[in-house]
């Protein structure tokens, strides 16, 4: 156990819908990362946090946004759902907000576009 | 930006034997290369990672080599075992600490018994 929780574990819903996934950093950890884990494109980084402030941003779409909360938990809103969406979403924690930090993951929200 | 190359997709070997993964880095300034294991249903791992200024790193039973020079970087497993089968990703820091984690696109081990 890694520390870090995500909810839900799993999600269906429709192409047009709207989702939220959340997730919960190992305590002391002020970084969140968002990463998207599909079968063809391995682990893409979306988005990163940092003590409430964005700090990178890879390859997000427009319509994902993300935020991280002064008690230091972060959503990833998914909007427009498209079939192309469906993957597992990871969520990561880390002590600092630099690279070189361990990154700790948590189980992943597997999202299912009908 | 930087783009990090991961091969072979997938590696099937017996216990006890060895393994090695590769990967390639395209960003000569990447400083730190870190080491994740994927086991199913779970989310990655960090297992070994090293900095450029290093050329070896070892613990245990895994080792990660770097050629900075060629750009590519190595994990090696020995004497294998079947706790050892999972998805390994490899992963570069294109401005060394500062920036995100790229990672290559995963080795999936499997260890016979």
């Known amino acids: 156990d890694s520390g870090v929780t995500q909810t839900p574990k799993h999600l269906i819903t429709a192409t047009g819908q709207r989702v939220t996934l959340r997730c919960s950093p190992r305590s002391g950890d002020l970084s969140v990362y968002w990463y998207q884990q599909s079968l063809d494109q391995g682990l893409q980084f979306l988005i990163q946090y940092y003590n409430g402030e964005e700090r990178a941003k890879g390859n997000i779409l427009e319509r994902f946004s993300a935020q991280q909360f002064p008690d230091l938990h972060s959503e990833l809103n998914l909007s427009s759902l498209e079939l192309g969406d469906s993957a597992l979403y990871f969520c990561a924690s880390s002590r600092g907000g630099s690279s070189y930090n361990e990154q700790f993951f948590g189980p992943g929200t597997r999202l299912t576009v009908l | 930006g930087e783009n990090v190359e991961q091969h072979p997709s997938t590696l099937s070997v017996q216990e006890g034997d060895s393994a090695v993964i590769k990967c390639t880095y395209s960003d000569s300034a990447s400083n730190y290369f870190p080491w994740y294991k994927q086991e199913l249903g779970k989310g990655p791992q960090l297992i070994i990672d090293i900095r450029s200024n290093v050329g070896e790193k070892k613990d245990q039973r895994i080792a990660v080599t770097l050629n900075k020079t060629a750009k590519h970087f190595s994990l090696h497993i020995t004497e294998t075992q079947p706790e050892d089968s999972a998805v390994y990703f490899c992963?570069?820091?294109?401005?060394?600490?500062?920036?995100?984690?790229?990672f290559g696109k995963g080795t999936k081990l499997t260890v016979n018994p």
């Open positions: 992963a570069a820091s294109p401005q060394g600490g500062s920036e995100k984690l790229v």
